[in-house]
């Protein structure tokens, strides 16, 4: 399978480079996460008091991350009497040896999924396939992105990418004929061939929007109804889960329910929350008769007690943070070369994954705070993506030129004298390339920056310039 890593030897800057390029790329993504922003803002607008909301889900999940030890204790044991095989993975090979062992145990051949961001965290897919076992992904854009051996590039819509002519193209290598590029066409060949494969699974794979410690419930959140048939349908559920997905409270999944639907896709409510405490008793008319939890660490319990990193851990997945992202509504998600895109990919992926593979993910970031301003839980990712350049700077990773530029900048404006002559300078150096008040091509490290916008020409006066007179005035 095909993996976003396939381009992991390129900079982030060298797989920027060519996402730009892609023109349909582009269009696509700035569309639908146009749309998701917008939705957003109406459904945020009209429930009201969104502010508050967000401070008690930061409240909540701060919370619970400082007291992560004993609410998976909690979990782990109300899980347990309700007759769940509960497995702690410390890294992705454990996880992936787990699942695989369960599997292993009941002779089975076929796995049906929903989608999990902690799944395609520990590539379980391209292990079960490894060793004979089928892997059927049943979130539509899951099964797109499967069909199209391409890895999610977007958390909550993992083919935001696709167009409906690659859609129905993939379909019908799949088996399909005569369709059309009709939703309705699309979705009803996807429903029909994965009806089959639910009924003749042995084994479903979720994954857990959060877990429930008072209770040892499993909550999923979803809109096509795929994971209950996932749960449900198959002998044996297997649960695959960060560490860090725990509610203490049912009243605190409330809070959840109005944060994560609205942020995630601008819905009001989700279509489905199921929520599953235990496997099926015998007064259950259906349900699975076997339930495992495979809790994942994988570098999660590393930032635990971190002042600069722990509130990465807050993070319930919604993805508004990527829809608001000029870095990646420009160059979408498989530009990050790692599973999770966008700005909490760029924070969360060189924390999870020790050594240089992501040590420039930080960099992919304008810092502008629309991530912050988006986060329902209020993560301050813009401040940790300093806190992790800070880190590489120190470590002397930086870059040259980049600590050149701004030692000179600070011996500039540390000075005002020096500061007036730099912006007479500037004018006078910079008037040659404008037209109409803007540049709009330019050369040296400005050159990258003009290419796709223009940069705005020094104003005739300065601030400073004009303020003597308005002064008098
Ligand atoms: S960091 Fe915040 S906005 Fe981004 S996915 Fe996580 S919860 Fe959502």
Redesign the pocket.
Known sequence: MKHANSTSHLSVKERAKNAVQDEFLRNAVRFTTDRLRNRKQAVTESFGQWEVWRERGEQIRAHTIANLDAYLAQFIERLEAVGVHVHFAVDSSEATDAVLSIIQSKKARKVVKSKSMVSEEIHINQHLEANGITVVETDLGEYIIQLAKETPSH?IIPSIHKSREQIRDLFENAGATQLTTETRDLTAFARRTLRSEFLSAEIGITGCNFGIAETGSVVLFTNEGNADMVMNLPPTHIVLMGMERILPTLADLEVMAH?LPK??TGQNVITYMSMLTGPKRSADRDGATEMHVVILDNGRSRQLGDEQFQA?L?????????NVCPVYRHMGGHAYGSVYP???GA??SPLLEKGEQYSDLPYASSLCGA?FE??????P?HDMLVQHRQKLVASGHGNPSERMAFKGYENIFAKPGRYRLSIKMARKFLSPLAKEGKIRSSFGPLAGWTKSRDFPMLPKQSFREIWPSLKRE
Not at 314 to 322: D, P, S, V, Y
Not at 374 to 379: E, G, L, Q, Y
């Open positions: 958390i944060l942020s995630a990465v807050h993070c319930i997945r919604c993805g508004a943070c990527l966008g700005p909490i924070v969360l991530c988006a986060c329902p839980v209020r993560i990712l």
